[in-house]
T-cell receptor, first 114, second 114 residues
Framework: AQSVSQHNHHVILSEAASLELGCNYSYGGTVNLFWYVQYPGQHLQLLLKYFSGDPLVKGIKGFEAEFIKSKFSFNLRKPSVQWSDTAEYFCAVTASGGSYIPTFGRGTSLIVHP | DVKVTQSSRYLVKRTGEKVFLECVQDMDHENMFWYRQDPGLGLRLIYFSYDVKMKEKGDIPEGYSVSREKKERFSLILESASTNQTSMYLC?????????????FGEGSRLTVL
């Protein structure tokens, strides 16, 4: 079974700072990778996803993530955060060709001060 | 636009009460899921369903049951609510044949058990 580890549980930044949230997974086979975001009071929504191809994936609102297979990582980045990026971020993984039931990390709470 | 609707956003129940959480999706998805979300623990899978009248246990099924009588509706049942079931409950769905693991979430039902 796969597992997901998000290293940063709470991150506090000022506007315009750069962001990188770590995500590592454990699974020996081919995976699909996801980042979801939950803004205060809203439902979880997909930020970006990786299935195959270019390991640098661009998502909504200026976010991107890079899949590094050798490191089993899928870190989320944004060069300049805004106050509106305050949210909880979840990394998730599914095993390709498997049951497609995602395993989620424990989440990272991001607070951006204006 | 895809839509997963959870009938109750906020519920307050007493210990021992039977609780029903309802979820409806309008995307004709085969797969439906119930997660609970707790601070620091991320999303944990309670039950999921691949098809009408089919259900599978997730990681934390104890104290819960589910019902899926129609494709669009997936209900979570707490037979006898306990205080440790106070949590945010998230319903999600995903397609069957074209499934990649991406989930579509409802807005959540926050349950408080007194």
């Amino acid at each position: 079974a796969q597992s997901v580890s998000q290293h940063n549980h709470h991150v506090i930044l000022s506007e315009a700072a750069s962001l990188e949230l770590g995500c590592n997974y454990s699974y020996g086979g081919t995976v699909n990778l996801f980042w979801y975001v939950q803004y205060p009071g809203q439902h979880l929504q997909l930020l970006l996803k990786y299935f195959s191809g270019d390991p640098l994936v661009k998502g909504i609102k200026g976010f991107e993530a890079e899949f590094i297979k050798s490191k089993f990582s899928f870190n989320l980045r944004k060069p300049s955060v805004q106050w509106s990026d305050t949210a909880e971020y979840f990394c998730a993984v599914t095993a390709s060709g498997g049951s497609y039931i995602p395993t989620f990390g424990r989440g990272t709470s991001l607070i951006v001060h204006p | 636009d895809v839509k997963v609707t959870q009938s109750s956003r906020y519920l307050v129940k007493r210990t021992g009460e039977k609780v029903f959480l309802e979820c409806v999706q309008d995307m004709d998805h085969e797969n439906m899921f119930w997660y609970r979300q707790d601070p620091g623990l991320g999303l944990r899978l309670i039950y999921f369903s691949y098809d009408v009248k089919m259900k599978e246990k997730g990681d934390i099924p104890e104290g819960y049951s589910v019902s899926r009588e129609k494709k669009e509706r997936f209900s979570l049942i707490l037979e006898s609510a306990s205080t440790n079931q106070t949590s945010m409950y998230l319903c999600a769905s995903s397609p069957g044949v074209t499934n990649t693991g991406e989930l579509f979430f409802g807005e959540g039902s926050r349950l408080t058990v007194l």
